[in-house]
């Protein structure tokens, strides 16, 4: 880790199995385990695949894109910063109190904040907030199962 605990792309790719096109997350801007936050950050570029079906003419980025790169920055906090959570699977269990206030488009830089991990047995619970220049436009609490890793 950088100076604020940021986390390279490359050491992204360590933590998460996503891949491209699912990575949604570029990089860790800081990353505070005693204040159990993270701050992450997806640049939305006109060459996103998705931007060729979704509203063309007049392209959007998809919530549940939006959610996706939400979800990610809350795993790689709990795999950077517990222990028995590295070689662990975080799928999504729920989402609770979603919402879109403002559309992303290209060109966009998303800023993710993620605070307040709660966690119950491998049941995970983080309120997390998606911004572009400040503004806010999602935010949710995402909900997420840690999983074994199976070998194939």
Do not use: W
């Amino acid at each position: 880790m950088g100076d604020k605990g940021e986390i390279t792309a490359k050491e992204i790719l360590e933590l998460l199995p996503h891949r491209y096109p699912f990575l949604m997350v570029d990089k860790v801007l800081e990353i505070d385990p005693e204040r159990e936050y993270i701050k992450a950050v997806k640049n939305v570029s006109h060459n996103e695949p998705f931007f060729q079906g979704h509203f063309p003419g007049n392209p959007i980025m998809p919530g549940v894109l939006i959610l996706e790169a939400m979800a990610q920055t809350g795993a790689i906090y709990l795999k950077k910063t517990f222990p028995e959570c590295k070689e662990k699977l975080f799928v999504l269990a729920g989402i609770e109190n979603v919402r879109f206030k403002s559309p992303v488009l290209p060109g966009d830089t998303l800023v993710i904040e993620a605070e307040k991990f709660k966690r119950k047995g491998h049941i995970i619970r983080t309120n997390v907030t998606a911004k572009v220049e400040e503004k806010i436009v999602a935010q949710a609490e995402i909900i997420a199962a840690m999983i074994e890793v199976k070998d194939e």
